[in-house]
């Protein structure tokens, strides 16, 4: 399966300022998702990062506030601007490792703290 | 919408004993599941998957139960250790796309 580096590990940032967060996996993948987990919660889906098109966002996300790159096949970065501490959360990647006895394997994880 | 559900958010259990898991879903078309494990300060960690096309499968010390007549999945654990204490989640997948995932249970093993 793959392995999925992420940083930073964790931040404490100041309310309206903006994080990026960069994730890098050890081989090529077709698409990559980002995820939040808020305190105490399951894991939301934000976008799909497909490289070379737009990233596809879900209902409830916009590009303006979670800005994605996908420049090449082994890595992506989310940005989110204009943290408001409603954006404490843990940020994670993901990506389909494409085979059965595996499934999507994440990253560690992104613990943000806006204050 | 599609959703996944759980129906108990905790569950304790004695070393040893046998857990089961609980995770309702929504989206028939599913047709791929997976149970994921997560511990404290970490990315879930893949557990077992099944497809739609079996109703059992079984792992190291963990069994996957789907029941697609009433959409419900299930997770058995065998011979409860302390590191099974963690928080636990189903998702569900159609057609290699999104995961879904479900509220999670938070499983304490006590010794």
């Known amino acids: 399966s793959a392995v999925i580096s992420q940083k930073p590990s964790r931040d404490i940032c100041q309310r309206g300022t903006s994080l990026t967060i960069q994730c890098q996996v050890d081989?090529?993948?077709?698409?990559m998702f980002w995820y939040r987990q808020q305190p105490g919660q399951s894991l939301t889906l934000i976008a799909t990062?497909?490289?070379?098109?737009?990233?596809?966002?879900e209902s409830g996300f916009v590009i303006d506030k979670f800005p994605i790159s996908r420049p090449n096949l082994t890595f992506s970065t989310l940005t989110v601007s204009n943290m408001s501490p409603e954006d404490s959360s843990i940020y994670l990647c993901?990506?389909?490792?494409?085979?059965?006895?595996?499934?999507?394997?994440f990253g560690s994880g992104t613990r943000l703290t806006v204050v | 919408g599609e959703s996944v559900g759980l129906h108990l958010p905790t569950l304790s259990v004695q070393e040893g004993d046998n857990s089961i898991i609980n995770c309702a879903y929504s989206?028939?078309?599913?047709?791929?599941f997976i149970w994921y494990k997560q511990e404290s300060g970490k990315g879930p960690q893949f557990i077992i998957d099944?497809?739609?096309?079996?109703d059992k499968r079984q792992g190291q010390r963990v069994t996957v139960l789907l029941n697609k007549t009433v959409k419900h999945l299930s997770l058995q654990i065998a011979a409860t250790q302390p590191g099974d204490s963690a928080v636990y989640f189903c998702?569900?997948?159609?057609?290699?796309?999104?995961?879904?995932f479900g509220q999670g249970t938070r499983l304490t093993i006590n010794p």
């Open positions: 993901s990506v389909d490792t494409g085979g059965y006895n595996y499934g999507y394997t």
């Open positions: 998702a569900e997948n159609e057609r290699a796309q999104k995961l879904v």
């Open positions: 989206n028939s078309a599913s047709d791929y």
């Open positions: 099944i497809r739609s096309n079996m």
């Open positions: 990062a497909n490289q070379g098109s737009e990233a596809t966002y």
């Open positions: 081989s090529q993948v077709t698409m």
